[in-house]
């Protein structure tokens, strides 16, 4: 079955400070992982998806199959980064998601 | 990426009646998805909407209570049946260009049922 975790569902951080979202991940295959992210008032839009492998706005993440995981990173959090960002999975099954709960970011100034 | 019209936005409805909810795009795209994020909850998908024919539903999804249309390439519709308090959620629609493209989202029906 596919699975993905997302065990923060809060995470607050100060201006300028690193920030790691994490992301683990359930799935017999090869999976394609991405990260949405939701800002106040606004649609769900596409931030990363790991076959990129490139950074938006600051963030990367990279696909560890060891792990099975898919964090998102930020060196250096700005307030605009707040946000809920939710980590999801499509297993090529007519490239379904299967999304994770969500965690919501604060960055306090 | 595609430009995802939902309509409408938000509604309150009486229980036992019926809602259907628009999906327009702006361009042909080969997949359109609906899914569902009840209150404090994730996105769980409710079923692939295929262009010709029936949709294809997930688990724990029927189509009595969520038949969906696409007639064209460019537009779905969903509709929640007999609704009861429970179906209170925001319905989303998806889309992807083709199969090895990412999924956009609209903005969503927020529904309340009283």
């Known amino acids: 079955a596919q699975r993905v975790t997302q065990p923060e569902k809060l995470l607050s951080v100060f201006k300028g400070a690193p920030v790691e979202l994490k992301c683990n991940y359930s799935?017999?295959?090869?999976?394609?992982l991405f990260w949405y992210v939701q800002y106040s008032r606004q649609r769900l839009q596409l931030l990363l998806r790991?076959?990129s492998r490139e950074s938006i706005k600051g963030f990367t993440a990279d696909l560890n199959k060891g792990e099975t995981s898919f964090h998102l990173k930020k060196p250096f959090a700005q307030e605009e980064d707040s946000a809920m960002y939710y980590c999801?999975?499509?297993?090529?099954?007519?490239?379904?998601?299967?999304f994770g709960a969500g965690t919501i970011l604060r960055v306090k100034s | 990426s595609a430009v995802i019209s939902q309509k409408p936005s938000r509604d309150i409805c009486q229980r036992g009646t019926s809602l259907t909810i628009q999906c327009q795009v702006d361009?042909?795209?080969?997949?359109m998805f609906w899914y569902r994020q009840q209150p404090g909850q994730s996105l769980t998908l409710i079923a692939t909407?295929?262009?010709?024919?029936?949709?294809?539903?997930e688990s724990g999804f029927v189509i009595d209570k969520f038949p969906i249309s696409r007639p064209n390439l460019t537009f779905s519709t969903l509709t929640v049946s007999n609704m009861s308090p429970e179906d209170s959620s925001i319905y989303l629609c998806?889309?992807?260009?083709?199969?090895?493209?990412?999924?956009?989202f609209g903005d969503g029906t927020r529904l309340s049922i009283l």
């Open positions: 361009s042909q795209v080969t997949m």
């Open positions: 998806s889309v992807s260009e083709s199969s090895n493209q990412p999924q956009h």
């Open positions: 999801a999975l499509s297993g090529h099954h007519g490239n379904k998601l299967v």
């Open positions: 909407a295929n262009q010709g024919s029936e949709a294809t539903y």
């Open positions: 799935y017999s295959g090869s999976p394609e």
């Open positions: 790991h076959i």
